[in-house]
């Protein structure tokens, strides 16, 4: 069975995306998860006006979490899969989002953006610098920047926990839902591979990030899945 490179998942997912929903229904903390991550945004519920970035929108579930927290918002929502924009635009969504067709190393989307929400996404991108280098460019100066991301390989445990998750749950559905188990197993070793939570604070901050902070998010996923804070420099902040 053929290795997927990072390269190659937007197309992966152009083929996964008819399924995608399906599978992550499977995980009863998928969307809870998902609106925590949002809620560290700080973004105020009466937030007309504010425009938000919403990074790796893949079938709209990060920009479901996003219009749950910041209902007046107005929402770009991002993704390089065209399969996946194809699933999210078919659902109904105020005005106020917008889908785009873009990578995030060459974003085609017009700033600033008065916070940026990325969710599973650094993981799977080529060149992770340059595209948080792409990222803090299209943030207005102290405007918070949050990654809901896997990162287990600061702790043995986690990362037992999430290699027992995949073998038991994410790679037999996977393969059962779509007869090809290459994205699942890639999203397995992906995870593996990945930075730990110190050093994805780390690249925040080498990328020009300021008050990076992170933590586990709460729930079935605890020290699997995390919630990662920053800003954009140029503004103080307590």
């Known amino acids: ?17 008819k399924d995608y929903d399906l599978l992550v229904g499977l995980n009863p903390g998928y969307h809870r998860a998902l609106r925590a991550s949002a809620r560290a945004l700080g973004l105020p519920r009466r937030g ?7 990074l ?12 749950a927290v910041a209902p007046e918002a107005e929402v770009v ?11 999210a635009r078919a659902k109904p ?20 953006f008065d916070a940026v929400f990325a969710a599973y996404l650094v993981r799977n991108l080529p060149d992770p610098d340059v595209a948080l280098r792409a990222v803090r460019g299209v943030l207005k100066p102290g405007a918070p920047l949050v990654l ?3 990162s287990v390989r600061d702790s043995p445990v986690s990362t037992a926990v999430w290699t027992a998750m995949c073998g038991l749950v ?18 397995w070793r992906s995870v593996l591979r990945f930075d730990g939570a110190s050093a994805l604070r780390d690249r925040l901050r080498r990328n020009g990030f300021v008050a990076v902070r992170s933590r586990p998010v709460p729930g079935l996923q605890l020290g699997v899945v ?3 804070t920053g800003r954009a420099p140029g503004q103080e902040h307590s």
């Open 170 to 187: 994410v790679v037999p559905a996977g393969w059962l839902l779509t007869r090809d188990r290459s994205l699942y197993t890639y999203l």
């Open 226 to 228: 995390h919630t990662f």
């Open 77 to 87: 929502a991002v993704d390089a899969s065209a399969g996946m924009l194809a699933r």
């Open 56 to 67: 790796g929108c893949g079938t709209g579930a990060s920009t479901a979490a996003l219009l």
């Open 93 to 112: 969504w105020p005005d106020t989002v917008a889908f785009v067709h873009s990578r995030v190393e060459d974003l085609d989307v017009r700033g600033p």
């Open 48 to 54: 007309a006006g504010m425009r938000v970035l919403d």
């Open 148 to 150: 809901h991301e896997y």
């Open 1 to 17: 069975m053929a290795r997927l490179t990072a390269a190659e998942v937007p197309g992966s997912f152009d083929v996964a995306a």
